[in-house]
């Protein structure tokens, strides 16, 4: 398969062939942000904001690169910022504003 094919045929996540290192099973507790992070998923789904598809898709048209770059948390939340963006439920300037805000709250709590 050439490199176009590949852009075409192939997802990102679709890795299945291709030469990786060995993959390390570690267990870990989420941190409280991808505890969050897994509610919010819960909570679109349920409000049939954005179902379990949406989120596929929106991970996988992230890119191989971002994909890569990412952890499996940060995709969802990549994913679902664009879906809603996408949907005009929110706008990147309503989200900047909001990630102001919580940042200003941690600075806070942890002085």
Same mark, same amino acid.
């Given at each position: ?9 192939? *997802? ?27 509610? *919010? ?12 598809? &949406? ?9 191989? &690169?971002?994909?890569?770059? *990412? ?18 439920? *929110? ?21």
């Amino acid at each position: 398969m050439n490199s176009t094919e590949n852009l075409v045929k192939r *997802l990102p996540n679709d890795i299945g062939g291709l030469p990786a290192d060995r993959i390390q099973q570690i267990d870990h507790e989420l941190l409280p942000w991808e505890k969050r992070c897994h509610a *919010l998923a819960d909570v679109l789904d349920f409000h049939k904001i954005i179902n379990t598809e &949406e989120k596929r898709r929106g991970v996988e048209q992230l890119g191989g &690169e971002m994909v890569g770059k *990412l952890t499996y948390y940060e995709r969802w939340i990549v994913a679902f910022a664009f879906i809603l963006f996408q949907k005009a439920i *929110l706008t990147p300037d309503e989200l900047a504003q909001k990630m102001k805000e919580v940042e200003s709250r941690y600075s806070r709590s942890t002085l």
